[in-house]
Structures are given as structure tokens and as C-alpha cells.
């Protein structure tokens, strides 16, 4: 389904000139071209890179430039047209292998030969005359070479040029690549390719895939078979899985240029997650990353517009095209895995159905926020960072819970239980329930049916008036801190730092201790501020009266949520009604 689904995408991007034909490549990086002259000299080394935005800095980056397609290399010696590194073009590297540069070498000029021997070209002769006389051994004396070597030897991509033009360019030599890659090797597996359903030569290895963090830089796979154990009735590589050479290319072209889409591209954890919609108009990428919080560069009223818009089924105005709900669209996530990838979700939806659980999704976590919170919608990644203590080295979420959070925001499931067990462990670690993990007690809560929870509290600011013991006993808790801070307002360690865990734990052994704390605090607030201690003790008796005599022995988990919730919004009642008096 993945692969289908990435091959039909390049067909209608090739088909809109977006993407490059068969047997080519529009954006390789290129960083040095080789100048040749007509007797196949090299003349001069041209630096073809560019000054690009990194931050709030430039750097020297290589330009996208159009070459024939690559192979996919693994420890053997492959050699590339017209575009290689400087082991292959030159017989040169900085590995201390000077043998194996020049079987490289010899490689190259094996293949560039047997390619364009027959081709009336000055630009091919100039090439062919420059392997067949250039000297690696003597590489390093050139002076043109020398004044790079660092870069040349490098990772550094070279291509040849012929009279300040890209051989690449030479219609004739163009001509003799597209026949080249068009002819189907005699020798060639031949089976029904798994993607179109055609007969044809089988492609035993695919294409890189490039821009996945954390993958090897020189590219993963998505399709791979290097060990006999993954093998079956005799067959090698991807023989096993037989995809034609035409549909390899075409869905690793797709999903490279998706990958290298920095602005339509979303790390999550691990993930990278891309996507694109089915007749491959960006707008559509565009709005499903505003919408999960991966950019911010629209405003809030623009975009809750378009969650409308789109959730009841009516077109959108986004980037100046139209958005169609019921346009297919694709969200894939890939993680690394040594040299493949793996696939952590892929899904498919109508744009309507996605932006519908997105958009339910904002509603299920929201929650009151404080007023120092710049954040009217939590974005995902806010939400994923609850579960990570932030003074660690790494503030990288779980791996598996980020891909898992994902897919049920895109999906409309419940959350994933590894996103509340992480809030949890930071709630009890550091005794502290932020906006992020109140919103996930809730949300988690909301979608999980056959939990016991007192589903009144599941609102956006709680509910004063709701009976539940454990939620009463958290907003019991937040009247004690409150009384305890009138009284005492500069401690360093309050009840909350000494007492919060075991108390929405094991209620009935701290609260009746609480209790009398919280009365010889009152009966010093009395001095002081006695309307302040009436209205103190007025709440203590509300709060009381609901618990009754006796507290519970212990609270289950999703009891010691809904404790967590009322502690939660009591203080946001709390610091509400005290913003209000200070604007008064």
C-alpha cells in the first residue's frame, strides 16, 4: 500500500514537471564541477556551492543540480555517470585505500566508455579523453586539485563540465544515458512487479533514501533483503519481493523529495513524519502541519477557520488554493533502524477525516490555561515534551509513544497508555501538574470507555459541583497548600513537596494530619487577615462535607487521576479569581 501509494504520487508530480523522468535526478547536491577543455584537460575546479539559511546563519551547501540517476551502493564497487565523488572520478580519497581508488577509477572509466564510445559529442570525446589520460598517482600534484583536497576527498559530490555547461546537458550524451537506463539487462531477473502489476526486470536493490534523522547519511532503504535468513525459494536481494527497476525509481523519487521538503516535513521524537495529498498539491501539506502545531506562522482565527471549514465538509481557502475535504491524502512516519527504515504508521483518509481528528483531538486535551501560557492549543510536540524530565541531556520523548500519540490524534483512537504513564512518573517525580499533563490525564481519560472516571470533571475547567471523592480530595489538597502559603508565605518545601504523591495514594493516612496543619495555619492567618481565614475555613467545610467522615485507605490509578485533575483545577480557579481582582 505504501509503495502503490508513493508511485502514484510521482506519477502526478512527474506529470506536473514537479519531479524528474525516469533514469534521472533534478535536486542531487553537487559541490565541485570538473572544467575539461576539449582535449580532455582538466582546466579548473569550479566550487558550485551556495550560501543557504541555517538558522539565523548562512552556510556553504551544496547546489541541486540535475544528473542521471544513482545507483544504490553497499560495499562493492559501483560506479555512477557523469556525477560520482572523487574516488570515481578522480582515483583519489582521504581512506588510505589508494588501491581501491583506482579500481574505482578504472570502473568509472569502464562504464563512461562502454556509454558514450559511440557518441559524436566534443563534450563526450572530452570526457572520455580525460579518463583515459588522467593519472591518480599523480592527483595530488595538480595544483587545481590540491587547492581542495580537504573538500574534493571529502563526501563531496563532483560533477563534469564542458565549455562552463553541465555535460549532462549535451543532448546526445542525455540520449545515451536514457537508452542505456531504458535497456533491460539480458541477464536481468524477470517476474510481475508487486507495485503495477507488469512482467518486467526486477530491481535487486533500490535506491537510497535520504533525510531521515538518526539513518545512515548515506542513505537507508525502505526495501531490503541482505541476509540468507530473509531470504526464500532460492531467490537474492529483492528478487524476494519483486518490484520492477521503473517503480523502485519512481516511489524512492517520491519519497526522497518529500523527505528533503524541510517545510512540509515534521520530526516527532524519532519520527519523521511526511505526507501529501493524492493530486500533490502542497497547501494540503501545508495545512495539516499548522493544524498538528508544527508551525506556527498563521494565525489562530486562520486556522481554527479552516478546521471548520473542512470538519463540516466545505471547501477551505489555505495558501492560496482551495482545499477539497474529501481529497485523498497520505501521513507516513519513518524512524531509523541501522541501514533501512522502519515504518512506524501509514495512513490514508480523506483531508476531511483527518482535519475531523485533529481537530477532536484539541477538543478532547483542552483544558484551562494559565495566563502565562502562550499556548491557546497545545501542539503536539508541547504534549509529548510532559513525559520528559526537561533537565535531562536528552528531552527526546519515547520513541514508541510519539509515533503511538500520533497515530491516535490522526486516527481518532484513545491515546496510547505510555503517554499517561509518562505523565504520570513526571507528576510524581516532580510534584507538579502542569497545563501539558492535566490536559493528557483528561484527554486520556475522555477516550478510554471502560475506565471507571468520573466523566463530569472531563470538561475544560472541571466541576465544582461534582461529588467524586478523589476529585474533591485533589481540590481538598489545593485549599491546604493555599491555606498553608497564607500562613507561611516564603517556605522552601511546601505540603505539595512532601506530601502530594502519598496523598492522592494513600488519602486516609495523610489528610486527617493535613487537616490539623491546615488549623493551626488558619488560626494564624486569623490574626492577620481574618476575611481571608473565613473564606479559608468556609472552603474547608464545603469540600469536607462531600468526603464525609472517613477517607479512602487507597485511590487506583485512574482515582489518583481524577485527584490529580481536581488539585489541578482548583488552583486554576484559584489563580483566576486573583488575576480578576488585580485587573479590578
Not at 533491460?184 to 526486477?202: H, K, M, R
Not at 503536539?380 to 528531552?395: G, I, P, Y
Amino acid at each position: 500500500m505504501i509503495l502503490q501509494a508513493l508511485n502514484r504520487y510521482y506519477d502526478t508530480l512527474c506529470a506536473q514537471g514537479k519531479l524528474s523522468p525516469p533514469g534521472w535526478d533534478n535536486a542531487f547536491k553537487v559541490s565541485f564541477a570538473l572544467e575539461l577543455d576539449a582535449d580532455g584537460t582538466l582546466f579548473d575546479v569550479v566550487d558550485k556551492r551556495q550560501l543557504v539559511p541555517r538558522g539565523k546563519k548562512e552556510v556553504l551547501a551544496p547546489a541541486a543540480m540535475t544528473v542521471p540517476a544513482h545507483v544504490g551502493r553497499t560495499v562493492g564497487i559501483a560506479a555512477n555517470f557523469l556525477c560520482d565523488n572523487s574516488t570515481y572520478l578522480l582515483g583519489v580519497d582521504a581512506k588510505g585505500k589508494p588501491e581501491r581508488a583506482k579500481q574505482c577509477f578504472a570502473a568509472a572509466a569502464q562504464l563512461h566508455h562502454a556509454l558514450l564510445d559511440r557518441v559524436n559529442s566534443p563534450a563526450a570525446r572530452a570526457v572520455l579523453t580525460f579518463f583515459d589520460h588522467w593519472e591518480p598517482d599523480k592527483a595530488a600534484e595538480n595544483p587545481l586539485i590540491a587547492a581542495h583536497w580537504g573538500e574534493l576527498t571529502g563526501s563531496a559530490n563532483l560533477i563534469f563540465t564542458y565549455e562552463m555547461e553541465p555535460v549532462t546537458e549535451d543532448p546526445a550524451i542525455r540520449a545515451a544515458w536514457q537508452d542505456h537506463y531504458d535497456s533491460a539487462d539480458p541477464d536481468a531477473v524477470q517476474a510481475q512487479c508487486l507495485i503495477t502489476g507488469e512482467t518486467g526486470p526486477v530491481a535487486l536493490t533500490h535506491p537510497m533514501l535520504k533525510g531521515v534523522p538518526g539513518a545512515q547519511s548515506s542513505g537507508a532503504a525502505l526495501v531490503s533483503f541482505n541476509a540468507p535468513a530473509f531470504c526464500s525459494y532460492g531467490h537474492e536481494q529483492n528478487a524476494n519481493a519483486p518490484i520492477s527497476e521503473h517503480a523502485a525509481f519512481a516511489y524512492t523519487t517520491a519519497l526522497n523529495a518529500l523527505l528533503a521538503d524541510r517545510e512540509h516535513r515534521q520530526i516527532i521524537g524519532d519520527t519523521t513524519v511526511v505526507c501529501w495529498a493524492e493530486h500533490g498539491e502542497s497547501a494540503y501539506q501545508s495545512a495539516l502541519l499548522a493544524a498538528t502545531g508544527a508551525t506556527d506562522v498563521v494565525s489562530e482565527t486562520d486556522l481554527w477557520d479552516m478546521l471548520d471549514r473542512i470538519a463540516q465538509g466545505r471547501n477551505a481557502d489555505w495558501d492560496g488554493s482551495q482545499l477539497d475535504p474529501n481529497e485523498h491524502f497520505y501521513v507516513l512516519g519513518l524512524a531509523p533502524n541501522a541501514a533501512r527504515l522502519s515504518v512506524r504508521f501509514f495512513l490514508r483518509d480523506t483531508f476531511g477525516g483527518f482535519i475531523e481528528h485533529i481537530r477532536q483531538h484539541y477538543e478532547d486535551i483542552a483544558i484551562a490555561r494559565p495566563a502565562n501560557d502562550r499556548w491557546e492549543h497545545i501542539p503536539v510536540w508541547k504534549l509529548l515534551s510532559e513525559t520528559v524530565n526537561q533537565k535531562s541531556t536528552n528531552k527526546s520523548p519515547s520513541p514508541q509513544t510519539a509515533g503511538d500519540v500520533m497515530r491516535a490524534i490522526l486516527t481518532g483512537t484513545p491515546y496510547p497508555a505510555t503517554l499517561l504513564n509518562g505523565a504520570e512518573l513526571r507528576i510524581r517525580a516532580e510534584r507538579q501538574i502542569t497545563r501539558g499533563r492535566a490536559a493528557i490525564l483528561k484527554g486520556y481519560y475522555l477516550r478510554q470507555k471502560n475506565i471507571p472516571f468520573p466523566r463530569e470533571v472531563l470538561t475544560m475547567n472541571g466541576n465544582p459541583n461534582s461529588t467524586s471523592i478523589p476529585y474533591t480530595l485533589g481540590r481538598l489538597f489545593s485549599v491546604f497548600e493555599q491555606i498553608q502559603s497564607a500562613a507561611n508565605p516564603n517556605l522552601n518545601a511546601t505540603i505539595r513537596d512532601k506530601y502530594f504523591n502519598s496523598a492522592s495514594a494513600t488519602p486516609s493516612v495523610i489528610f486527617p494530619l493535613l487537616g490539623n496543619l491546615a488549623q493551626k495555619h488558619l488560626r494564624v492567618i486569623r490574626r492577620t487577615k481574618p476575611g481571608q481565614a473565613v473564606n479559608l475555613d468556609k472552603k474547608l467545610s464545603e469540600l469536607s462535607a462531600v468526603i464525609g467522615q472517613s477517607f479512602p485507605t487507597r485511590l487506583t490509578l485512574p482515582e489518583q487521576g481524577a485527584f490529580q485533575l481536581g488539585y489541578y483545577f482548583e488552583n486554576q480557579a484559584r489563580y483566576t479569581k486573583s488575576d480578576k481582582a488585580k485587573e479590578e
